[in-house]
């Protein structure tokens, strides 16, 4: 207690009250945040410096929603408690370069759901060169072939921060945070975390409002207030004891005059058995005597019939849609949000609603509608995964009516299939194919003798950890089978090289713009490639990190990368395909295949296509290709609606266009989009722009978890270490020498791009 005290008084606070002083905010976020263990370790207690923050902050790294509810509800409560409006994330990051708009959605919403309304996207970078590219990607900037759409999500998660902040948050529960037994506790397993989460989730999914409460907080500015435990700007009528094995006089007080009130007290898991610090079980008694016990795993179905919940849902799945209640002027706020990332969820709401102007709004589509009445009482919603939605009553005044009545919200039938684009598309790219060489052979002798073929990446990492200073020359094998008509060669920071060679012959490196990135300059090396095996070769004067070093340069050593072909031509090589990646093991995405590639060609392009580029040319390809269609359509019936889905397709964007005539930009569930008004009596044409990410671009391509949950820098070599854990600082020997490594594969992984199930057209009755 008494060293987060400390910490708290000579750190947070001194910087919160320099920040105040001088008209700024202090944010940002502490180490550790997750396990109760490390915060007990590196911060004392996040509650105590979230106090103090004007804006205070957490981060939430990687494509998982699993393990961090205790975060995210630390954060929002003492923000709550301290009448702190804004709370910040830095979300996002270590997620892959290709994680798409509805991740974002599935991970925003999370925060937005648990209160934490802020974003602050990890991360966007200024240049990827050198291991930039791989620093815990992915970025959100101009790099990205996407980027010109990525309005259409900060719209979004601009609109569910927005709903956060709307009224006041109204819980019932308070939940007793339970730091202070892992204080005590000597051992470092993790398990108050557990405990605390899994009490958390439940109370997610029986759709309880609750905040955690500190007890130094609730020994510094708790009271009974009337019938309820008020602590700061927020009021609890009932208080939740998690797994725990310590508890403060200061808060056992409160609890047995909250009984006295009326509120219950209940305990999920080992009782307390200390005070303040001290076995006494005799102190705790009187509190024994009143708490009622119910075990974690019977929350969901045994507390409601203690108190009900102010929302009640039902139907299957409804445990997965998670609520936040707020009261608004004259009415309520309830928001929804989707846990499922991967399936719809149809549920029943029953609430009371007061006042007038009962609205459904969906920031997805922005659209307000009429609630559906269920058979049974309440209101009948769907929510599409990852998705929020939000009903309100009372909360529009005479001044800020809708324009119009809002329609009726629907559910909507199953759609029938009507046709199954099976047939083959036309193509093509809106920019240039490329290939990534990510292996050479190196000399350090002027070119005398050459090593066997390495990865890149590994070669840096040989010669830094041998601290080698001196000549190398890097040699790039590729093959030409069919010579293109447009290609360039891509090389980051070309200056740096003493010499540059194509097959063998003096190469002037003549800048004519960049690719991707401003640092990866092109040069045009068309008239110097030749059919059959190919070689570039660039030499510099090496030197090796120096991670102690003042001089950031140094920090970094020479950064010698991949280099890149770009231009016309296709990309083939045998390919396999695979479902077994670490990405498909979490079970909390659609499967999809990683394809496996060995070798590689440079060969002439095709014009038509099955619809998953990934394995017809374009494996590394980054940026947007449009696929055509031609399809037959009898004259649309009047009262039936068509529509065109998706239903798995591996794009950031998806543009869909009827007859030229634009329908929508796909980027989240559901896939599909009306095209009646677009269609006529005989031949359309479907039009599809698929637009990727940097993914297949940059990799990591090597890791034997093909498809990753989460990528740091070490997820492109194989020496291990956050976020994976395994890994061998040797790695780069082991391959040559045949011996097995724990995550390295020489062979390349790929992510599809396209169509992975055939396009559909369906339609159903108006």
């Known amino acids: 207690r008494a060293k987060a005290l400390q910490f708290e008084e000579s750190f ?41 923050m004007q804006q205070p902050g957490m981060d939430r790294l990687g494509l998982s929603i699993k393990g961090a509810t205790i975060t995210a509800k630390s954060l929002s409560s003492a923000a709550n408690q301290y009448g702190k409006r804004k709370r910040l994330s830095e979300l996002f990051g270590i997620s892959g370069q290709n994680m798409n708009f509805e991740d974002r959605k599935w991970i925003a919403g999370w925060h937005s759901i648990l209160g934490v309304n802020h974003f602050c996207p990890h991360l966007t970078l200024y240049s990827m060169k050198g291991a930039r590219k791989r620093d815990y990607p992915p970025t959100f900037s101009y790099q990205q072939p996407y980027w010109n759409y990525n309005k259409k999500i900060e719209d979004y998660l601009g609109r569910i921060a927005y709903a956060t902040t709307v009224g006041e948050y109204a819980p019932q529960l308070l939940v007793i945070h339970p730091l202070e037994s892992e204080y005590i506790k000597s051992t470092t397993d993790g398990e108050f975390t557990s405990g605390i989460n899994a009490v958390l989730d439940a109370l997610q999914a029986a759709h309880y409002d609750y905040d955690l409460g500190d007890e130094q907080i609730i020994a510094d500015i708790a009271q009974l207030n009337g019938n309820q435990l008020q602590i700061g700007r927020m009021h609890y009528q009932h208080v939740l004891l998690p797994d725990m094995i310590s508890i403060r006089q200061s808060t056992v007080d409160l609890l047995l005059e909250l009984h006295e009130k009326g509120g219950k007290i209940i305990n999920t898991g080992r009782f307390p058995a200390f005070v303040d610090g001290k076995e006494n079980r005799a102190a705790l008694q009187a509190l024994m005597d009143v708490t009622l016990d119910i075990p974690t795993e019977k929350l969901v179905s045994t507390l409601p019939g203690h108190f009900a919940p102010q929302v009640q849902l039902s139907g299957n799945g409804s445990d997965e849609v998670w609520t936040q209640t707020r009261v608004v002027p004259n009415g309520k706020l309830v928001q929804f949000y989707n846990s499922s990332h991967t399936r719809p969820i149809t549920f029943t709401i029953k609430a009371d609603f007061p006042g007038e102007n009962l609205v459904l709004w969906n920031p997805g589509n922005v659209s307000c509608s009429v609630p559906e009445t269920a058979p049974d009482g309440g209101y009948q919603l769907t929510i599409q995964p990852s998705s929020t939605l939000w009903l309100t009553s009372g909360i529009l005044s005479k001044e800020a009516q809708l324009e119009e009545t809002p329609p009726v919200f629907t559910s909507g039938a199953q759609r029938d299939t009507l046709l199954v684009l099976d047939n083959t598309w036309k193509g093509m790219r809106l920019n240039p194919n490329a290939i990534t060489l990510d292996f050479a052979t190196y000399s350090t002798d002027h070119g005398k003798t050459f090593s066997k073929p390495e990865p890149v990446i590994g070669i840096f990492n040989r010669l830094s950890e041998r601290r080698y200073y001196g000549p190398l020359t890097l040699r790039y094998p590729f093959t030409v089978q069919d010579m293109p008509t447009q290609c360039n060669l891509v090389v980051e920071q070309p200056e740096m090289y003493t010499s540059i060679k194509v097959n063998n012959r003096d190469y002037s490196f003549k800048n004519n713009g960049f690719y991707v990135d401003h640092t990866f300059q092109t040069s045009n090396v ?241």
Request: hydrophobic share 30%; with cysteine; proline share 6%.
């Open 12 to 52: 947070t606070k001194q910087l919160s009250d320099f920040a105040e002083k001088n008209g700024f905010e202090y944010t940002g976020h502490y180490l550790g945040e997750e396990v109760q263990q490390k915060v007990r370790d590196r911060i004392g207690n996040a509650m105590l410096h979230y106090r103090n």
């Open 526 to 766: 068309l008239p110097h490639l030749k059919k059959g095996k190919n070689t570039i070769e660039l030499s510099l004067n090496f030197e090796p990190i120096v991670a102690e070093s003042e001089q950031p340069a140094k920090r970094y050593g020479t950064e010698i990368e991949s280099i890149y072909l770009i231009g016309d031509f296709a990309v083939n090589g045998e390919v396999t395909s695979t479902y077994d990646t670490q990405k498909n093991r979490t079970q909390n995405f659609q499967p999809r295949p990683v394809h496996n590639y060995e070798t590689f060609t440079i060969a002439k392009e095709k014009t038509e296509f099955n619809g998953n580029l990934a394995i017809e040319g374009y494996p590394f390809y980054a940026g947007s290709f449009v696929l055509t269609q031609n399809i037959q359509m009898p004259a649309p019936d009047t009262g039936q609606a068509y529509y065109l889905e998706l239903p798995n397709c591996e794009a950031i964007v998806s543009i869909v266009k009827i007859n030229g005539k634009l329908a929508d930009s796909l980027t989240w569930a559901p896939y599909a989009t009306e095209i009646t008004p677009f269609l006529q009596a005989g031949n359309n044409t479907v039009e599809i722009t698929l637009v990727n990410s940097l993914r297949n671009l940059l990799g990591p391509h090597h890791h034997q978890g093909g498809e990753l949950e989460k990528v740091g820098p070490r997820s492109f070599t194989g020496s291990g270490g956050f976020p994976d854990g395994r890994g061998e600082k040797d790695w780069y020997d082991l391959r040559i020498q045949k011996k097995p490594t724990a995550i390295w594969t020489d062979t390349y992984h790929f992510i599809p791009f396209g169509f992975i199930e055939n396009v559909q057209i369906t339609t159903n009755t108006n």
